[in-house]
């Protein structure tokens, strides 16, 4: 059931950085045209408004990253066995997690002091931006016990190492 859940909100997070890449291309397209163009004015809350979807997006690929096994992930080790693969990913996923309350417990704060202010320039509510930091802390925790659980079940030998293949391979 939890599995499922975190599916469906995984699936959510995907299509709403593909939203929030999309939307972000017309504050910074009409940024852009108003630069060199008269047509136009220049408009000075689409700089405000590219800088917020910015930060969402980059947060949301940052869910989505720890969620894939991707965004945490440097490979220095050699091929190791699966135990010892499944030790190793309990052992970063532990800093993994430490990273996580760190955004959720620090995210708070700063989502409590923005909580009654408001942007100078688009007028938005300052707490829709600062939100995204403690959001993406739970979201981490969320889906790097998920990882851990499964590296755990490996380690105790109830489950098999999904080998994912490399990213990049070397040419010969």
Avoid: C
């Avoid at 997006?57 to 190791?80: C, K, Y």
């Avoid at 309350?101 to 931006?129: C, K, Y």
């Avoid at 403690?134 to 489950?159: C, H, K, N, Y």
């Amino acid at each position: 059931m939890l599995r499922k859940i975190t599916a469906w909100y995984s699936q959510l997070l995907n299509w709403l950085l593909v939203f929030s890449v999309a939307v972000l291309i017309i504050p910074v397209s009409l940024q852009i045209f108003s630069r060199y163009t008269q047509l136009i004015p220049a408009y000075i809350w689409t700089e405000e408004m590219a800088r917020f979807l910015f930060i969402w997006m980059v947060m949301i690929g940052a869910m989505v990253g720890v969620r894939e096994g991707s965004h945490f992930e440097v490979d220095v080790w050699p091929d190791l066995g699966a135990k010892a693969t499944a030790a190793l990913q309990l052992a970063s996923g532990a800093f993994i997690l430490l990273f996580a309350f760190v955004f959720l417990w620090a995210g708070w704060e700063f989502t409590r002091f923005a909580w009654n202010r408001v942007s100078e320039l688009a007028d938005l509510p300052l707490w829709m931006i600062h939100v995204a930091w403690p959001v993406t802390g739970l979201t981490w925790f969320v889906f790097q016990s998920e990882r851990m659980w499964d590296a755990a079940m490996v380690l105790a030998g109830r489950a098999q190492l999904k080998v994912e293949p490399k990213h990049l391979e070397a040419a010969e």
